[in-house]
């Protein structure tokens, strides 16, 4: 497989169901209202584009939060226009998906360690091997991750169902366990949970409610929401935030490969560990010349001026050579179905 790497990001989806509105105009005539939906990564980014591409073009799209799993169902059964997923469909996935699948990335983000624990007066920093500890049930005292915190019980709060930032976190400590933490969806963490719960709004309601908590969110979730993170230790073994600096150069060396997915992103030299990317899964063949349009008008946008909006929301961009052969493949590869 064809692989063409990223040479410099600068150039380069709430625990409630939320909505956000994008009506599509593909003339004065005749008004199509693409229906999207998906995980709460890109939310923030989904939400941004929303405004500026109706201020723009007059064009809007609408798109539901449901999580990357619920996404690709209700895109395979045709439920909704796109899916916005930080997941890469499974070759199962991809071939219940009839009417073919082209992935379009739209940015890189990062999945913060979130917390809660009062009385703490020292800057909460955990190690690889800690973190996998903590979230495989191995340590469950505040103090066995630092002697200085409160002597408190770690509460463990983790994302239900199929999650895209549980496969994220998961697929980390399975690198730097060697295999021991398997990477999952919908993870077996092998102990007792203190609590499971939809999407990221729910998981930082907890977090902010219990005293010990920990859980994990989507990096802007986590700001917009006043939350404490932590600094992980990455390959390098310094500790970091997730910060936008961080996060490009945790993707600076990522590779796409032709059909626009990654090679898998476990464990960065450099940077913040926990990133991903994220797109949006569109068809390929249409019945509605209309939908084709709109769905083409608005992957266009996102790949070209979109794009300068990411940096702001701490996302990285898309590198102009990938969005360009992403739009290239929006405009030759969609096509209309034969009745």
Known sequence: MKTFRIGNWQRILTAAVTTTT???????????LLRGAGDSFAEPLYQRYSREYEQQTGEKFKYTIVGS??????????????????LIPTPIEQNQIEDGLLMVPTGGSALAIVY??????????????????IFSGQISNWQQV????????????????????SFILTKYLNKITGGKIPASRNPDWGFKVYNSLAEDGGIAGEVRRVNGAIGYVQRNFAVANNLSIASIENQKGSYVRPTLEETKKALAKV???????????????????????TWLLINKKY?????????????????????????ELEYTRIPEDVAQKASEAVNNELRIRPY
């Open 146 to 165: 630092d002697p200085r915190f409160p002597s408190q019980k770690i509460q463990v709060v983790v994302c239900s169902g199929s999650c895209a930032s």
């Open 287 to 311: 019945l509605n010349p209309d939908t084709m349009k709109a769905t083409q008008n608005l992957l266009n946008w996102i790949l070209t001026k979109g794009q300068t909006f990411n940096e």
């Open 69 to 86: 799993g619920g996404g690709i169902r209700l895109f395979t059964n045709k439920s909704v226009d796109f899916a916005g997923t930080s």
């Open 116 to 133: 809660n624990l009062e009385n703490a007066t020292n800057e909460v920093k955990i190690s690889r091997d800690k973190l996998a500890k």
């Open 22 to 32: 994008i009506t599509f105009t593909t003339n004065p005539a005749t008004a199509v």
């Open 255 to 277: 590779k796409f490969n032709d059909d626009f997915t990654t090679e898998d992103i476990k464990d960065p030299e450099d940077g913040y560990p926990l990133v991903s990317l």
